[in-house]
T-cell receptor
Framework: AQTVTQSQPEMSVQEAETVTLSCTYDTSESDYYLFWYKQPPSRQMILVIRQEAYKQQNATENRFSVNFQKAAKSFSLKISDSQLGDAAMYFCAYRRYDKIIFGKGTRLHILP | DGGITQSPKYLFRKEGQNVTLSCEQNLNHDAMYWYRQDPGQGLRLIYYSQIVNDFQKGDIAEGYSVSREKKESFPLTVTSAQKNPTAFYLC?????????????FGSGTRLTVV
């Protein structure tokens, strides 16, 4: 069965600095999709970034980028120029077909 | 605007009672999902449905039931058999279960057993 592991339950970063959140996953498939979701204090889940496994190029969305290492089954999220609004719970997620499997999340604190 | 509506936002239930959480979407999405969120546990899948009148159990289906009579609606009933129902419940939908798109989420329902 597929699993998603986020080894950092909590992290802190100084405002305007860069932070990287780690994620590893386990699958025997070669074609799948990976996501990072953000859950701010409002608890609304927001899609941050999406990566297609068959694409070698790392996805980027403004200040958010990923480091996708398919062989290592690693999918980290880098947040550049951290802002106070980035404070949230971040979930790494995997999708093959019919459902998404989520990691347990990393709580990110932004220090002013 | 298209989206997913969960209601109510907060729900209180007495022990031994069944309660139904509502989830409605106007996105014309085929698939719908229910997740439970507990502190430190991430999101765990309860039930999902890829088509009307069909649904599958997720990882923690015991004590829950669902129906999918309309494409737009996927209500979740928390029965008295669920031993620890206090949690945050999230409903989500997806345009096509066979594609690699992510979910659209509702804003959640916080259920508390009193």
């Amino acid at each position: 069965a597929q699993t998603v592991t986020q080894s950092q339950p909590e992290m802190s970063v100084q405002e305007a600095e860069t932070v990287t959140l780690s994620c590893t996953y386990d699958t025997s498939e070669s074609d799948y999709y990976l996501f990072w979701y953000k859950q701010p204090p409002s608890r609304q889940m927001i899609l941050v970034i999406r990566q297609e496994a068959y694409k070698q190029q790392n996805a980027t969305e403004n200040r958010f980028s990923v480091n996708f290492q398919k062989a290592a089954k690693s999918f980290s999220l880098k947040i550049s120029d951290s802002q106070l609004g980035d404070a949230a719970m971040y979930f790494c997620a995997y999708r093959r077909y019919d459902k998404i499997i989520f990691g347990k999340g990393t709580r990110l604190h932004i220090l002013p | 605007d298209g989206g997913i509506t969960q209601s109510p936002k907060y729900l209180f239930r007495k022990e031994g009672q069944n309660v139904t959480l509502s989830c409605e979407q106007n996105l014309n999405h085929d698939a719908m999902y229910w997740y439970r969120q507990d502190p430190g546990q991430g999101l765990r899948l309860i039930y999902y449905s890829q088509i009307v009148n069909d649904f599958q159990k997720g990882d923690i289906a015991e004590g829950y039931s669902v129906s999918r009579e309309k494409k737009e609606s996927f209500p979740l009933t928390v029965t008295s058999a669920q031993k620890n129902p206090t949690a945050f419940y999230l409903c989500a939908s997806s345009i096509d279960p066979g594609t690699g798109y992510g979910y659209t989420f509702g804003s959640g329902t916080r259920l508390t057993v009193v």
